[in-house]
């Protein structure tokens, strides 16, 4: 079955990085674009990056620009996540998934940015 499992988050002061993993099976992973979510306390989840088939195309939301890169390995069915200059507001559990109707979610890894 499609599955996710992400990896890499912790527990980061301001302006620190992490970079965060996300090892996909269960479908023909070079095939689909990929996606990284949040979801923090008391909010909805929001796309934070894509990436798509080749890795050649990314997309962000405004508020990570600049900070968070996404990039792919192919071979080992793994998107990543490069995330710098962390900002209190980049608290959140982090997740991954493909293009297209969700079929089921990983556990996620929690990021708290906090001095």
């Known amino acids: 079955q499609v599955r996710f499992v992400e990896s890499g988050g912790g527990l980061v002061q301001p302006g620190g990085s992490l970079r965060l993993s996300c090892a996909a099976s269960g479908f023909v992973f070079n095939f689909y674009g990929m996606k990284w979510f949040r979801q923090a306390p008391g909010k909805e989840r929001e796309l934070v990056a894509s990436?798509?088939?080749?890795?050649?195309?990314?997309i962000y939301v405004d508020s990570v620009k600049g900070r968070f890169s996404i990039s792919r390995d192919n071979a080992k069915k793994v998107v990543y996540l490069q995330m710098n200059s962390l900002k209190p507001e980049d608290t959140a559990v982090y997740s991954c998934?493909?293009?297209?109707?969700?079929?089921?979610w990983g556990q996620g890894t929690q990021v708290t940015v906090s001095s």
């Open positions: 998934n493909r293009d297209g109707p969700i079929v089921s």
């Open positions: 990436i798509n088939i080749t890795g050649g195309s990314t």
